[in-house]
């Protein structure tokens, strides 16, 4: 079997009947490459787009899990304040109880002063009333 002088000389003819200076097999695994080339690149694109897409969600995330965390810590510093100003309104509130109770005794030995007065004066009364 003679071998093909133009294949010698490195030249090839393809199934278009094309003369090619690679050899056809060769020229197949290239084009097999490139197309592999391709789906790869393609799919590379696409795997950036969905993980562009998750770390935009991922920090649209973060930030609305910061925003609820300031709202926590707002609202708990709220209920801190709330607290001690119930608190303060307590002891206010014991120290007027505190306050009326002290009037009120005072009112009370008044009361009786002012009722043993009163009989005192009564009984003066009848008594001036039966001598006349």
């Known amino acids: 079997m003679a071998k093909d002088p133009l294949a010698e000389a490195g030249f090839f003819f ?55 965390k300031m709202k926590a810590i707002g609202a708990r510093n709220l209920l801190k304040s709330v607290a001690k100003q ?3 309104q ?3 509130l014991q120290a007027l109880i505190a ?11 008044e009361y009786e002063a002012l009722s043993k007065v009163e009989s005192e004066q009564n009984e003066f009364i009848d008594q001036f009333i039966l001598q006349k």
């Not at 009326?100 to 009112?107: D, G, I, N, V, W």
């Open 14 to 68: 393809d199934e278009l009947n094309k003369l090619r200076v690679l050899e056809p097999e060769a020229s197949q695994k290239t084009s097999e490459l490139k197309e592999e080339c391709k789906e790869f690149v393609d799919k590379i694109g696409q795997f950036q787009k969905i993980v562009g897409g998750l770390i935009e969600l991922v920090d649209e995330l973060a930030k609305e899990a910061e925003t609820e």
């Open 86 to 88: 119930r608190e303060a």
């Open 90 to 92: 307590q002891q206010q």
């Open 99 to 109: 306050e009326k109770k002290m009037q009120l005794e005072r009112y009370r030995i």
